[in-house]
């Protein structure tokens, strides 16, 4: 099956640097990835999402890149605010053919100092 | 508020007792997923239905375990003689036929104890 991996675990910056989270995956037929953000107590949230046949997607202070090759895919945020603080997953899943689960990574924490 | 709802929010039991989960999706998604989140983890797939029929079951979903939606609509999770390894966030999630976005409710925490 799908193994996805994430890192770093914990991610701290300053207010208004910028944020990189990555993600590796395992399994080639997998051609979907979101992003989602998930604030302590909450609901896990899509912020962003990619398709395999794209390498990139940008929506306003987020962007997700994608490595079809090497398996890896990677959420930049800009100009962070203390708002963007929480735990940010990656995930993969096959569009067809493979059931409709998604196969999240471990998550990490991004706190956004002031 | 149209989007997934679960109840209850909150549930403590005793080892050994049975419980039971509620999730209603958005009214217009034929899928609804369950979920499992432990403390510093991401959520782990249990199971998945397409409108009333279970399609498919994670190894993680042991005997204890057993999820309907009689209906299409609504779905139900029942852990019977829970133990305390079962204590986790369950997250249930709808999608919409042919639309890949999956929406969250915000998870019933169970404890055992």
């Known amino acids: 099956g799908e193994n996805v991996e994430q890192h770093p675990s914990t991610l701290s910056v300053q207010e208004g640097d910028s944020a990189v989270i990555k993600c590796t995956y395992s399994d080639s037929a997998s051609n979907y990835f979101p992003w989602y953000k998930q604030e302590l107590g909450k609901r896990p949230q899509l912020i962003i999402d990619?398709?395999?046949?794209?390498g990139e997607k940008k929506d306003q202070r987020i962007a997700v890149t994608l490595n079809k090759t090497a398996k890896h895919f990677s959420l930049h945020i800009t100009e962070t605010q203390p708002e963007d603080s929480a735990v940010y997953f990656c995930?993969?899943?096959?569009?067809?053919?493979?059931?409709?689960?998604?196969?999240f990574g471990t998550g990490t924490q991004l706190k956004v100092e002031l | 508020d149209t989007g997934v709802s679960q109840d209850p929010r909150h549930k403590i039991t005793k080892r050994g007792q049975n419980v039971t989960f509620r999730c209603d999706p958005i009214s217009e998604h034929n899928r609804l997923y369950w979920y499992r989140q432990t403390l510093g983890q991401g959520p782990e797939f249990l199971t998945y239905f397409q409108n009333e029929a279970q399609l498919e079951k994670s190894r993680l979903l042991s005997d204890r375990f057993s999820a309907e939606r009689p209906k299409g609509s609504f779905s139900t999770l029942e852990i019977q003689r829970t133990e305390q390894g079962d204590s986790a966030m369950y997250l249930c999630a709808s999608s919409l036929w042919g639309n890949t976005e999956a929406f969250f409710g915000q998870g019933t925490r169970l404890t055992v104890v």
């Open positions: 995930a993969a899943k096959r569009l067809t053919g493979g059931g409709n689960k998604l196969t």
């Open positions: 990619i398709r395999s046949n794209v």
